[in-house]
């Protein structure tokens, strides 16, 4: 089956310490996004590609960090300088259309 | 800029009663329009877009939403609420023009009793 996968599901970081979310597609889309999501601010773009070894700045991404170094792989790194990376990460991806296909997400939580 | 306004954070309705959710939105041109549903812990599923054509848009799960250009709205219905219908929605707009960055409304949460 062709979709979006996320792992992990659940992830616990230590203050200071980068985490990196994977983000993998068998969909053959071009583009792929990364959103954060917090209660009650809908989705909020960090980071973007739109091809291998191209990404865009989102509105939101300070403290993030990614690389697009094959066409179905976007892995997000929330590094240290992030203040408040508690929240729920959706990964999608799009194929010359506006249409986006999300994955399940990540739930990261700062302890 | 474009921008989407979801009107009530929270709706709730009976079981079998009408399910309206607002959506309102601002730009420059034509736009392009989707709902999603998110159900908890899980990510966002289609359940209706409007690109061009038919100004009265069905989507999954018995749910349909009607592009209005003068009133710039595009409000999501269902006749009868059901227990499954109980999740998070969310109105996204894109430009029609250049690459396509979706811009989110902040949701609406649907409640639905028995």
């Known amino acids: 089956d062709g979709g979006i996968t996320q792992s992990p599901k659940y992830l616990f970081r230590k203050e200071g310490q980068n985490v990196t979310l994977s983000c993998e597609q068998n969909l053959n889309h071009d583009a792929m996004y990364w959103y954060r999501q917090d209660p009650g601010q809908g989705l909020r773009l960090i980071y973007y590609?739109?091809?291998?070894?191209?990404?865009q700045k989102g509105d939101i991404a300070e403290g993030y960090s990614v690389s697009r170094e094959k066409k179905e792989s976007f892995p997000l790194t929330v590094t240290s300088a992030q203040k408040n990376p508690t929240a729920f990460y959706l990964c999608a991806s799009s194929m010359g259309t506006p249409l986006q296909f999300f994955g399940p997400g990540t739930r990261l939580t700062v302890l | 800029a474009q921008s989407v306004t979801q009107l009530g954070s929270h709706v709730s309705v009976s079981e079998g009663a009408l399910v309206l959710l607002r959506c309102n939105y601002s730009?420059?041109?034509?736009?392009?329009l989707f709902w999603y549903v998110q159900y908890p812990n899980q990510g966002l599923q289609l359940l209706l877009k409007y690109t061009t054509g038919a100004t009265l848009v069905k989507g999954i799960n018995g749910f349909e939403a009607e592009f209005k250009k003068s009133e710039t709205s595009f409000h999501l219905t269902k006749p009868s609420a059901h227990m499954s219908d109980a999740a998070e929605y969310f109105c996204?707009?894109?430009?029609?023009?250049?690459?396509?960055?979706?811009?989110f409304g902040t949701g609406t949460r649907l409640l639905v009793s028995p």
């Open positions: 996204a707009v894109t430009l029609n023009t250049g690459f396509q960055k979706l811009v």
């Open positions: 730009s420059s041109v034509p736009p392009y």
């Open positions: 590609s739109q091809i291998v070894n191209d990404f």
